[in-house]
């Protein structure tokens, strides 16, 4: 019930309750009845799944869910309109939210590409960007991509719960280890994920097989995973490991309105680092790899490289972990430090201080008020 929301919601900002509400309806119903009302929103995004928007990722406003589900099976071209028209009446109640100063951010579910496909008024005035950003443009992207901590993951083979504790602890030990000598830029960032890791068995996270992702850097993939090793070769883990990662990373995944969206030299539109990656990854020891496309974003949107490793004890698997993961991480930050992003800069500078084999070329910034005065 709309009024019970809008009730309740007002009586929590009053009494500064910290509270979750959860209410079944349209979103586009509540962007408009909050600015009716004038309810602040500090923080707005949008969760539908528009990477799908045809076949039922999103449901138009003015519609119900059933009318909905008739209406994209038997007249889709009527749908279609009505999703746009639902798009361009939510960006037009956002934008009111963001004139009052809602922080407003694209969720990666492609609700920015959607709406301006759909002529909602979401373009920056240059007509090429939108006119929010993306939780990578502005969180993800300088925080974590560019200085190559992504999400590392591990499977333990055996699926018995004692191997994943075994990892777990592994891992914080090497992250706590790796934190006294890490620079001031990433302390946090690995603090985070000391205190993700120590608390993920008490949070119950795994539903099947046992599992763990861990946000970590090059240095941590690469340090975690041959501790790895070496604990299965020497029996405290019972079965090999299977490692891999998300697309959601550092690199592997091209996609400009998401992983790729804080890379603004123009080289964002293109697919060349998910296939570098792949094909790196294949000669370095990867146990498989996969190129696919529409990850989170949609079919055609962004191409995805990934990597499958079986950890089995060997002195082979130390070799390949060691040169795989390093080519895996360092070529998406590369990519990042040519684009000239502050963290990726530092960050390949360091890789090359630890490896004197790594060559990156770096790039040269130049004066922007220099080369203005002579255009
Ligand atoms: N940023 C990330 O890291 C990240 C991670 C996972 C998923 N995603 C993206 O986020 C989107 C959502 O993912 P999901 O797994 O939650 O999808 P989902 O399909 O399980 O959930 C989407 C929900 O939105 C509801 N919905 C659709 N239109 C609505 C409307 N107008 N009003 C209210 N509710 C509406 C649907 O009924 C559904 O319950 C996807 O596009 C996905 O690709 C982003």
Not at 15 to 31: H, L, M, P, R
Not at 100 to 106: A, I, L, S
Not at 271 to 285: L, P
Request: aromatic letters at 10%; a negative charge.
């Amino acid at each position: 019930d709309m009024d019970e929301l809008v009730a309740r919601v007002k009586r929590a900002k009053e009494q500064k309750e910290v509270v979750s509400i959860a209410f079944e309806g349209n979103i586009v119903d509540v962007w408009e009845r909050f600015d009716k009302e004038n309810i602040f929103v500090d923080f707005g995004s949008d969760q539908t799944s528009l990477h799908n928007p045809w076949a039922g990722g999103y449901y138009p406003a003015g519609l119900s869910f059933e009318e909905s589900n008739q209406m994209m099976a038997e007249q889709p071209e009527l749908f279609k309109e009505k999703v746009r028209d639902s798009l361009r009446r939510q960006a037009a109640a956002i934008n009111k939210h963001t004139a009052r100063g809602t922080y407003f951010f694209d969720y990666g579910n492609a609700f920015l590409l959607e709406a301006s496909r759909a002529g909602a008024d979401v373009m920056a005035e240059n007509g090429i960007d939108f006119k929010y950003p993306s939780y990578v443009q502005d969180i993800m992207g300088p925080l974590f991509f560019d200085f190559g901590f992504g999400p590392f993951r591990w499977v333990c083979t055996s699926g018995n719960p004692d191997d994943l504790d075994i990892t777990d602890k592994i891992a914080s030990d090497v992250m706590e280890e790796l934190m006294q000598q890490a620079p001031e830029d990433i302390r946090s960032q690995m603090a985070d994920n000391i205190n993700w890791i120590k608390g993920a068995r008490a949070n119950k996270l795994v539903v099947g097989s046992q599992a763990r992702i861990l946000y970590a850097d090059a240095s941590g993939r690469i340090k975690i995973a041959a501790e790895f090793n070496k604990a299965i070769k020497e029996g405290r883990i019972s079965a090999p490991v299977v490692l891999g990662r998300d697309h959601h990373d550092v690199s592997g995944t091209d996609s400009p309105f998401r992983e790729t969206s804080n890379i603004y030299d123009g080289s964002k539109f293109t697919a060349d680092m998910a296939i570098q990656n792949v094909i790196g990854d294949s000669f370095r020891g990867a146990t498989w790899v996969s190129i696919h496309n529409g990850g989170g974003v949609g079919w055609g949107e962004v191409i995805n490289g990934g990597f499958g490793m079986l950890l089995d004890g060997s002195d082979d698997a130390d070799r390949r972990l060691k040169s795989m993961l390093f080519w895996d991480v360092n070529n998406g930050i590369t990519r990042r430090s040519w684009a000239r992003n502050k963290g990726a800069m530092t960050a390949i500078q360091r890789a090359m201080e630890e490896n004197p084999d790594l060559k990156i070329t770096l790039p040269n910034l130049a004066d922007d008020d220099l080369v203005n005065r002579y255009f």
